[in-house]
Each structure stands twice: as C-alpha cells, then as structure tokens.
C-alpha cells in the first residue's frame, strides 16, 4: 500500500517518541488520513507532502504525542462538578457547615452527595456532627480516598443498616460504643448503602462529562483508561450489566467518540457478562472509533487513608492495624481462572504491601495469558517490598501508579509507615526491575492536570511544597514520566500504533505552550503546562 502524502505538516519541537531513556525529536511531521505519515527535518516533511499541504510552523514550542492517564474516574470526575466537595475544607466544622449548606439548597426528596472528607477534618469534630447537619435528608458523603463513606441515618434507614447489621467480608461498619453504626462505613460495607445513592446517569451526565472532556483536552490528555466501579450494579442502558461506569460511559458514547481515546474498564463482578458477550480487553466498542473496552477492576485492599491497606506489619499511627485483605486466595484464583480464557485482562487495586503480595502470588499460580495484550495491571502499588518489585517484570504485570499520591501521601506514609518509607511509592525500584509503568491521576481523588502528575513523579513533591524534593532516591526523570504517560499506556494495551508519533502512528498529539526546554527543566512552570492544540485523529478536540 502506497504512504499517502501528508496535507498538513506540523513544525516545531516535535518529540516522535518519550523513550524511558531518552527523548526522540525531529523538525517535522506529516499528516493525513488521522496518521503520521512523515518525520524528519521540515524539509524533508514539506518536500514529501501533498501540494498545497498545511504548514502549522509552531515555533519554539513542543509538540509531543497526546498524554494518556492510566487511571481515571470519568463519570466521577463528572459528577464531581456537581456535587458537594469538601477536600479543600480547613477543617471538620467546615465539612460540617458545607454539608448543612447543601441540605438547606436541596430539593426536600433529593439525595444530597459529595466527596472528600479526611480522618484528619473529622477527627476535630465531636461524633454526630454530619447526623445533626444531614436531618432527616438521604446524604453520602466519599471520603477523599474513596475507600470509606459517611452516610446519614436516613439512608441507613433505607438501606436497612443498623445495629444488627453484620460487617460484610473485607469491610467494617464503624459503631459507636452502644454499637450503633455512626454512619461511617469502610470497603465493600459502602456497598451496602451505595446501589441505593441517585447518581447522575444518562441526559443528566450529559454537560458535566462534556466539560469534564473539555478540561482533559486543554491538558493535553488524548487518551484515558476508565477505571470502573466496586460493583456491576447501577448499570443502564444497553450495557446495563457491566456496571455504571462503563454503561454510563458507552449510553453517551456520541458525546466521547473522537474526542478522547478511551479504554473503559469493568467490575469483576461484571467478568461473565462479558464473556458472555464475546468482549475481550482492547476491542473496540461497536460503532465508536475511539472507543474500546478495558480491564476488569478488582479491589485486593483498601487505602492509606483510610487505614484499610493490607500490610503485613501493623501501622504506626492511630490505632494501628494492619488494613483489611478484601480477598483471598481463592478468589483472585477464580478471577485469573475466568478472564484468561477470555482475554480479559485483570485490574487489580492493591496499595499495602501484602495486598500487593497477594495478588503478585495469585499472577504467579495462573495459567499462562495468551499471546499478545492485555497485560493485567495493578493499580496503585504503593508499598512494595523489594522482593516484590522484581515480579512485575516476571509475571508480566504493569505497575499502574499515580504520581501524585506520592506527594499527596507523603506525612502520611511517614507517620503511618515508619520503617518501611523506602518501599513507599518505590518507583525507582520497579523501573530498574524492569517493571512496565503507566501513570494515571486516580481523579477525582486528586487533581487530573497531568503537568502536575509529570512535576510530582520528578520531584515527589507539590509545587508549592517548600520543604524540598522528598526522597528523591525514588524519583523518575522527565524522559520516564513523560513515556509513562505515553509509551506507558498504549504499551500496556498492546496499541503498537498509539502513545508515539512515529510514521505509521495515529496522530494524537499535542502542541504545548512551553518550549521543549520548559519542560525538561521541569521546575515549577511545569504544573501550569497547557495545550495550545490537541489532536485526536488528526481532528482538532482543543484549540486555545
């Protein structure tokens, strides 16, 4: 088949390729047809395109293939702009006052939802608070991890918890001392309350998800890989049985198709529903082009956070614990039984490190997956003992991590984790193992601007954070974290023609508004990095 020649050449400082090892530039590209067709000098380029062929000369700025986050909430981040937030709240009188606020601004008969509340806010507030602020309304409230939840004695009612209400395998409803639940509930007890919480679904996703796709285009971000859900309920539409997320995503299917590359992922919950239907990881999504199903998500612990990460030695700070194992070994048995004749890869959570063990030791007794991708992936992988961290490379398990936890965790791991901080969010380590690494943000539990995901895998520290670089013996440079943003994920997925723009590959891009020298410097300049023009498919999603 002839090359076709290229009707818009894009000059500037191109990088075709972010190679863990170093970056790969030329002067020039050539486009046509959604791909990358040429690259070289803008000679070259220009020489070999179409005659009356487009030149876009951008100058001194950057031009880089499309960013890829590895881990995001989509509908989450959606319903996030609607909802309560209280993550920047100074305190728990705040959440408290926000919640009341909320209450009063509702319609009587409406749920009133929300997320971000710490253990450290509540902890200044007497037992109770949320209760007296929430009435007689159906409130619930997200803690900022995402693994525990607050919800109002009124949607305890309607979901039937009490005070004879048993704790469910791998999960914990905490109880005042007369044993009457305080409406805080941890891992798979939020699913007892959860099928019962109105979420916004269907025509009333609609302009939320479509902002929230406008806000990842101005970022750079040309691809996402959907992360899913705890459960396969709560579905609609056609694809009502593989869970919220993915139905929610594919029932408003015209409104991302074309503008955002997205792998959306499953429940485990939802494996045999989909084996049923013949969908294996990476395929495409019927009639979308940009479009493909993901992994299915399993959760083998809990959180830092929340004090729910499966460690083998207990934590060093409040009450101390070792987490909760939300699985055992039977059962990620049965789950690598059932998605490797599939083709369905796994996307197994695990943060503590025997969480991590656990599943790693699961990957190992499982019969060998078939040629080719999907590669299963572990989510998170924030504690990982140096024995470990060699396995990724040998079972073949993508370490998917979020730069930003890092520095977002940083007090936390050293009160919590005292003693085992070098194996805390040991990047370094997995990469000269020889782990395969994609990075995500995990929004909207932290912010989804990858140019601060990029800084904090450089750096493992917010910007504003002036006590410095924090151990830095684990960082990544530049060159890594921009490929884990974009190698990373299109490598895991097995896309050979994604995540570069090398001839042959499909031509989403971005063109920045920093130099290239910007953002090698990757000082504080960094986080504010944007999109000046974004392309998916050669097709403008973004223009500044």
């Given at each position: 088949m002839t090359t076709p020649r290229a009707d818009t050449v894009i000059c500037g400082q191109v990088v075709t390729a972010a190679e863990p090892d170093g970056l790969v530039t030329v002067e020039s590209i050539g486009v046509a047809g959604g791909r990358v067709v040429s690259a070289g000098t803008r000679r070259e380029v220009t020489d070999a395109a179409a005659r009356g062929a487009r030149v876009l000369d951008f100058g001194p700025q950057a031009v880089i293939p499309g960013l890829h986050d590895f881990h995001v909430h989509l509908p989450a981040l959606a319903r996030a702009r609607v909802a309560l937030q209280v993550d920047d709240a100074a305190g728990g009188a705040e959440v408290v006052a926000r919640l009341r606020t909320a209450v009063a601004r509702s319609q009587p008969d409406a749920w009133v939802t929300g997320r971000g509340w710490s253990e450290a806010q509540m902890a200044s507030v007497p037992r109770g608070a949320l209760s007296d602020a929430a009435g007689e309304r159906l409130a619930y409230l997200s803690s900022h991890d995402g693994h525990s939840a607050w919800a109002s004695p009124a949607a305890l009612r309607l979901a039937g918890v009490g005070s004879e209400t048993a704790d469910p395998a791998g999960g914990r409803i905490e109880r005042a001392p007369a044993g009457t639940p305080?409406?805080?509930?941890?891992?798979?007890?939020?699913?007892?309350?959860?099928?019962?919480?109105?979420?916004?679904?269907?025509?009333?996703?609609?302009?939320?998800?479509?902002?929230?796709l406008r806000e990842l285009a101005?970022?750079?971000?040309?691809?996402?890989?959907?992360?899913?859900?705890?459960?396969?309920?709560?579905?609609?539409?056609?694809?009502?049985?593989?869970?919220?997320?993915?139905?929610?995503?594919?029932?408003?299917?015209?409104?991302?198709?074309?503008?955002?590359?997205?792998?959306?992922?499953?429940?485990?919950?939802?494996?045999?529903?989909?084996?049923?239907?013949?969908?294996?990881?990476?395929?495409?999504?019927?009639?979308?082009?940009?479009?493909?199903?993901?992994?299915?998500?399993?959760?083998?612990?809990?959180?830092?956070?929340?004090?729910?990460?499966?460690?083998?030695?207990?934590?060093?700070?409040?009450?101390?614990?070792?987490?909760?194992?939300?699985?055992?070994?039977?059962?990620?048995?049965?789950?690598?039984?059932?998605?490797?004749?599939?083709?369905?890869?796994?996307?197994?959570?695990?943060?503590?490190?025997?969480?991590?063990?656990?599943?790693?030791?699961?990957?190992?007794?499982?019969?060998?997956?078939?040629?080719?991708?999907?590669?299963?992936?572990?989510?998170?992988?924030?504690?990982?003992?140096?024995?470990?961290?060699?396995?990724?490379?040998?079972?073949?398990?993508?370490?998917?991590?979020?730069?930003?936890?890092?520095?977002?965790?940083?007090?936390?791991?050293?009160?919590?984790?005292?003693?085992?901080?070098?194996?805390?969010?040991?990047?370094?380590?997995?990469?000269?193992?020889g782990a395969h690494l994609a990075a995500g943000s995990d929004a909207p539990v932290e912010s989804v601007n990858p140019w601060l995901g990029i800084f904090t895998a450089v750096h493992r520290r917010m910007p504003e954070d002036g006590r410095g670089d924090w151990r830095a013996e684990q960082a990544l440079s530049v060159a890594e974290a921009l490929s884990a943003y974009t190698l990373g994920p299109a490598r895991a997925i097995g896309a050979d023609d994604e995540g570069h723009l090398r001839p042959g590959a499909k031509a989403d891009l971005v063109v920045l508004s920093a130099s290239l020298d910007e953002v090698l410097a990757a000082d504080e300049r960094l986080a504010n990095v944007r999109s000046v023009l974004t392309l998916v498919d050669g097709e403008a999603v973004h223009s500044a």
């Open positions: 305080t409406g805080v509930l941890r891992e798979t007890a939020l699913d007892l309350v959860a099928p019962f919480v109105a979420e916004l679904q269907g025509a009333a996703l609609r302009a939320p998800l479509d902002d929230a101005a970022l750079g971000l040309t691809g996402a890989s959907e992360a899913g859900d705890y459960t396969d309920r709560n579905g609609i539409g056609a694809d009502a049985a593989l869970g919220d997320s993915f139905s929610s995503l594919t029932d408003l299917g015209d409104l991302v198709d074309g503008r955002l590359r997205l792998t959306i992922g499953m429940p485990v919950d939802a494996l045999r529903a989909a084996s049923e239907r013949g969908l294996s990881t990476g395929m495409p999504i019927d009639g979308r082009r940009t479009m493909r199903v993901g992994w299915a998500k399993e959760y083998a612990d809990g959180a830092l956070g929340s004090g729910t990460a499966a460690l083998f030695e207990q934590r060093t700070c409040g009450d101390g614990g070792t987490g909760i194992l939300r699985v055992d070994d039977a059962h990620l048995d049965r789950l690598f039984a059932t998605a490797r004749p599939a083709g369905i890869g796994l996307a197994i959570h695990a943060i503590g490190d025997r969480a991590v063990a656990a599943v790693l030791d699961a990957a190992s007794r499982a019969e060998p997956r078939r040629p080719g991708p999907p590669r299963d992936r572990m989510e998170h992988a924030q504690l990982v003992r140096r024995a470990d961290a060699r396995r990724f490379a040998e079972l073949d398990v993508t370490a998917s991590f979020q730069p930003i936890h890092a520095a977002a965790d940083r007090d936390l791991v050293e009160t919590c984790w005292d003693g085992r901080q070098d194996d805390a969010y040991a990047w370094r380590a997995l990469v000269d193992a």
